[in-house]
Structure formats: C-alpha cells, structure tokens
T-cell receptor, first 111, second 117 residues
Framework: AQKVTQAQTEISVVEKEDVTLDCVYE???????LFWYKQPPSGELVFLIR??????QNEISGRYSWNFQKSTSSFNFTITASQVVDSAVYFC????????FGTGTRLQVFP | DTGVSQDPRHKITKRGQNVTFRCDPI?????LYWYRQTLGQGPEFLTY????????KSRLLSDRFSAERPKGSFSTLEIQRTEQGDSAMYLC???????????????FGPGTRLLVL
C-alpha cells in the first residue's frame, strides 16, 4: 500500500526564519512521482514541484528547495527566509496517476 | 491561460437531496480527476477520466456517487440522497496525461464546498 506521512501538523515561525517541512513516503513501485502542493486559506491547491523517482537531484527555486532521498524515502521541503505570504497548508503527495496525499503541515509565519 | 474551474463554489443542501457539481479542465488536458477533502485532511482520490473513459473509481465512491465526462471535456459529479457525511470540499484536477515530455502534473481547481444539513 502507498502512504505519505507528514508528521508535523503545524509549524509556527517568525518572518525570515528558515523552515523545513518533512515528508516520508511508502511505496513498492519503482517508478513514481512525488509532489508538493500549497493550499492557502482560499482553498485552491497550488502546484509547487514534481519529482520523479529516477531523479534524486535536489532542486532550488528562489526561496524554495527540495531534498529527495530515496534511501530514507523522504522528500523534504525547505523555505528560506520565510515570509508571511508563505502561511498556508502544505501537502506532500505520491503517485503516478491518482495521488496519495499526506495530512498536510500548516505553516504560520508571523511578522 | 485559463485554469481549472468548478461550479458552484459553495453548495448547501438538505439531507436526502441530490447535488451536481461541474468541473471544466484546462483546455487540451485529457485527464480529469476528482478528489474529496474533509477538514484537517489531505485530498482523497475519488475517480479519474482519460478523455471520456472513466479509468478508475475509489472504494470511497459509493453507489450514490456518479461521475461523467461525456465529451471528454467538462465533467460532472453527482451525489444522490446526500448524507451529512458527504460534507466536504470536492476538488477537481486536470493533467495533460503521459504524452512525451509532458509528465503527469495535476492542476487543481478552486473546489466546491458542500454542506449537508
């Protein structure tokens, strides 16, 4: 069975702090995709990144970076110099077509 | 570039009534997905279509739920004889599908929030 675990239910930081959101997954598939989505208070899921199982290179996009490690089945997400606009619920997801989501991590960034 | 749209955005209904939601995917996206999200949880897969063919249905999709995508464009999700447990956000997503180089990134609509009284 496939499973995504986001153990951090809620994280609070002060603006400009760095924050890492953890994601651990379970799958028996050898080919799969991993995703991160952001869900702001408006409710719409916003796509952030997709990674396939063959590509373990870390990726950086502006203040966002992702660390994919197959050895530990983890796909962690770091926000550098957090801003109030980063406040949202962040979901990690696993899948090839249908997605299996974690329960999300609520990030609150205070000014 | 128009994103995924869903209608209505909010629906309040009484238990036992039927409701229908509509999803319009991104143009040229041949896959369309439905998910359900309850408070404090991540979205849960319900069903998906490739063009007009319904390829998979979750066990979550009871007999009271039916989804269609008749012409391979927009899709409808109908819930018959609604129950209070059906109260949730219903999310629609679309993707290009596994065309060469396109991958399978799903883009989500704003959702339809259903409240069953």
């Amino acid at each position: 069975a496939q499973k995504v675990t986001q153990a951090q239910t809620e994280i609070s930081v002060v603006e400009k702090e760095d924050v890492t959101l953890d994601c651990v997954y379970e799958t028996r598939d050898t080919t799969y995709y991993l995703f991160w989505y952001k869900q702001p208070p408006s409710g719409e899921l916003v796509f952030l990144i997709r990674r396939n199982s063959f590509d373990e290179q870390n990726e950086i996009s502006g203040r966002y970076s992702w660390n994919f490690q197959k050895s530990t089945s983890s796909f962690n997400f770091t926000i550098t110099a957090s801003q109030v606009v980063d406040s949202a619920v962040y979901f990690c997801a696993l899948g090839w077509d249908k997605l299996i989501f974690g329960t999300g991590t609520r990030l609150q960034v205070f000014p | 570039d128009t994103g995924v749209s869903q209608d209505p955005r909010h629906k309040i209904t009484k238990r036992g009534q039927n409701v229908t939601f509509r999803c319009d995917p991104i143009s040229e996206h041949n896959r369309l997905y439905w998910y359900r999200q309850t408070l404090g949880q991540g979205p849960e897969f319900l069903t998906y279509f490739q063009n007009e063919a319904q390829l998979e249905k979750s066990r979550l999709l009871s007999d009271r739920f039916s989804a269609e995508r008749p012409k391979g464009s927009f899709s409808t999700l109908e819930i018959q004889r609604t129950e209070q447990g059906d109260s949730a956000m219903y999310l629609c997503a679309s993707s290009l599908g596994f065309r060469q180089g396109a991958g399978e990134t799903q883009y989500f609509g704003p959702g339809t929030r259903l409240l069953v009284l």
